[in-house]
């Protein structure tokens, strides 16, 4: 059981370039998170999704996309990328439920030159 | 609009002994609060999850409480060792399904 997968582990991007970063889960969970956190603060909510094909703001959701066609799967697109973007983001999911712990990828390490 | 904080920042204790973390959030309407540890350069690895209608949680050492109404919840380690040197995050889950996190207190223990 993979649970939470995020690729790449590693990323470096140029001003202006464009990615997509992957988050795939296996554990049927509903609910899924992207969060970017800085050096020293904690975790930001970018963006996230109740189920397949809803998707909703967290509270840094500028410069960013998502969708999620499927139940396993969430990415997270960048556009024109911006050297205040670089950030280590994780992808999260968790089952419906208030008694529904949240489970995390490893994250991915993006740097914007 | 929820805001999560976590007091202390940093906190650096001899081996052994008992510690409270606090956290403390703005709006009480919340369906859980949960606490993660985070070590150096890694993903974040749940400890403990209360639900809003649950006064605390164990876990080995570790015992959350929650007050709801007051918006605070602890994290009480007992008898700290070197291991638990981590970041500990804590963070809500609202009304609309949002995760909201507070920004973390670095725990030290020292050996």
């Known amino acids: 059981n993979a649970g939470v997968t995020q690729t790449p582990k590693f990323r470096i991007l140029k001003i202006g370039q464009s990615m997509t970063l992957q988050c795939a889960q296996d554990?049927?969970?509903?609910?899924m998170y992207w969060y970017r956190q800085d050096p020293g603060m904690g975790l930001k909510l970018i963006y996230y999704?109740?189920?397949?094909?809803?998707?909703d703001k967290g509270e840094v959701p500028n410069g960013y996309n998502v969708s999620r066609s499927t139940t396993e799967d969430f990415p997270l697109r960048l556009e024109l990328a911006a050297p205040s973007q670089t950030s280590v983001y994780f992808c999260?999911?968790?089952?419906?439920?208030?008694?529904?712990?949240?489970?995390f990828g490893n994250g991915t390490r993006l740097t914007v030159t | 609009k929820q805001e999560v904080t976590q007091i202390p920042a940093a906190l650096s204790v001899p081996e052994g002994e008992n510690l409270v973390l606090n956290c403390s959030f703005t709006d009480s309407a919340i369906y859980n609060l949960q606490w993660f540890r985070q070590d150096p350069g890694k993903g974040l690895t749940s400890l403990l999850l209360i639900q809003s209608s649950q006064r605390e949680q164990t876990s080995g050492r570790l015992n959350a409480s929650l007050d709801k109404s007051s918006g605070r919840s602890t994290l009480y380690i007992a008898a700290s060792q070197p291991g638990d040197s981590a970041t500990y995050l804590c963070?809500?889950?609202?009304?609309?399904?949002?995760?909201?996190f507070g920004k973390g207190t670095r725990l030290h223990i020292l050996p």
């Open positions: 554990m049927n969970h509903n609910y």
């Open positions: 963070a809500v889950r609202d009304r609309d399904d949002k995760i909201i």
């Open positions: 999704s109740v189920g397949a094909g809803i998707t």
């Open positions: 999260a999911s968790s089952l419906t439920g208030t008694n529904s712990p949240l489970h």
